[in-house]
Structures are given as C-alpha cells and as structure tokens.
T-cell receptor, first 110, second 114 residues
Framework: AQRVTQPEKLLSVFKGAPVELKCNYS??????LFWYVQYSRQRLQLLLR??SRESIKGFTADLNKGETSFHLKKPFAQEEDSAMYYC????????????FGTGTRLQVFP | KAGVTQTPRYLIKTRGQQVTLSCSPI?????VSWYQQTPGQGLQFLFE???????NKGNFPGRFSGRQFSNSRSEMNVSTLELGDSALYLC?????????????FGSGTQLSVL
C-alpha cells in the first residue's frame, strides 16, 4: 500500500539553525515526491518536487530510493519559513492523485 | 491569471442534508482533483476529473460524488451528510494530470455538519 510518513508533528528551531523535515514513503512503483507548504492564512502550494531537482527558498530535498526517503533540508532557517509542510507521493500513473503525509509544523524562533 | 476558486467558502449543514461544492480551475487547466482535510486524517484524496471523465477515486463512500463540466469547472456532492463529513474540502487543478505536475490548490470550502 502507498503510504507517506512524517514522524514529527512539530519541529522548533532558532533562526539560523539547520532544518531537516523527515519524510519516508512506501510505494512499489516509481515514485514522484513533492513537498507542499502552507503558510499562515495562505493556500497550500508546491514548494519543490524531486523531478525538478531545484532549490526553492533555500530548501532542497533528495530522493533516496534505498531508504525510501525524501527529507527536506535547509542549512539556515528563517522566521518566514514557519509553516506547515506536507510531503506527498505521486507518480501513480496518469493521475494527479497524491498521498499526503500528516504534515510537520515548523516553528522558527527569532 | 486567476487562481483556483472554490465556492462557497463556508457551509453549515445538518445531518441528513446534501451539499454541493464548486471549483473553478485555473484557465487552461483540464484536471481537477478534490481532497478532504481533517485534523485527524489529514489530506485524503477524494477523486479526480480530467476532460469531464472521472479518472481516479479515493476510498470514500458512494455518498461522495463529483462531476466536471466542459469548461473544466467541477462540482462535488455529498449526500446524506454525517457529522464525520465536517472538514475542509480542497480542490486542485493542473494542466495535464501526468503524475508529476504541480498542483494549484484553492482556499477550500469549510463544511460543518451539525
């Protein structure tokens, strides 16, 4: 069965500290992984996807098929990074169906 | 370009009633998918429509249904509402529904069932 696990409900760090939000997935096929973010009072939006191999707002994520992980990292957290982060699994054929993790709330203190 | 628009923003219904939610995708987008978001279950996939055809369906009872019109606008309907249907219902659109596309989400419809 397809599943996405985000083990931390809340991650609190101070500004300037490194951040790593964990994501593990379960899928027997060829996965497409995404990170979506929801800032306070804003709609859910795509942060990055593994197929693009890009860095957005200083965040990066590497797909590790051996460990079935797609952890989100940023070397120096900023206060404006405080938000809810969702890891999502797609790539299940020609469909937009995503399996979301339960989300991690990132709090960055000044 | 206008974003994904969902109406209404809030709805209050009582058990047993039915409700229809509407979603207008970004102009040119042909795929619309729906998600239910609750504090307990998180974001769960309901169904997806592409060119007026249901392409995929999540594990929800038959009380949940949807459709898509020729202009790509979509509606979802929930009949015989139950207390557990209280949730934020999110709609998302994409260009081609290829499995690795960026989804654009609406602000959602907050449904409260009393």
């Amino acid at each position: 069965a397809q599943r996405v696990t985000q083990p931390e409900k809340l991650l609190s760090v101070f500004k300037g500290a490194p951040v790593e939000l964990k994501c593990n997935y379960s899928y027997s096929g060829s996965p497409e992984l995404f990170w979506y973010v929801q800032y306070s009072r804003q709609r859910l939006q795509l942060l990055l996807r593994h197929i693009s191999r890009e860095s957005i707002k200083g965040f990066t994520a590497d797909l590790n098929k051996g460990e079935t992980s797609f952890h989100l990292k940023k070397p120096f957290a900023q206060e404006e990074d405080s938000a809810m982060y969702y890891c999502a699994l797609g790539g299940m054929g020609n469909t937009d169906k995503l399996i979301f993790g339960t989300g991690t709330r990132l709090q960055v203190f000044p | 370009k206008a974003g994904v628009t969902q109406t209404p923003r809030y709805l209050i219904k009582t058990r047993g009633q039915q409700v229809t939610l509407s979603c207008s995708p970004i102009s040119g987008h042909r795929s619309v998918s729906w998600y239910q978001q609750t504090p307990g279950q998180g974001l769960q996939f309901l169904f997806e429509y592409f060119s007026e055809t249901q392409r995929n369906k999540g594990n929800f009872p038959g009380r949940f249904s949807g459709r898509q019109f020729s202009n790509s606008r979509s509606e979802m309907n929930v009949s015989t509402l139950e207390l557990g249907d209280s949730a934020l219902y999110l709609c998302a659109s994409s260009l081609m529904s290829s499995g690795n596309e960026k989804l654009f989400f609406g602000s959602g419809t907050q449904l409260s069932v009393l």
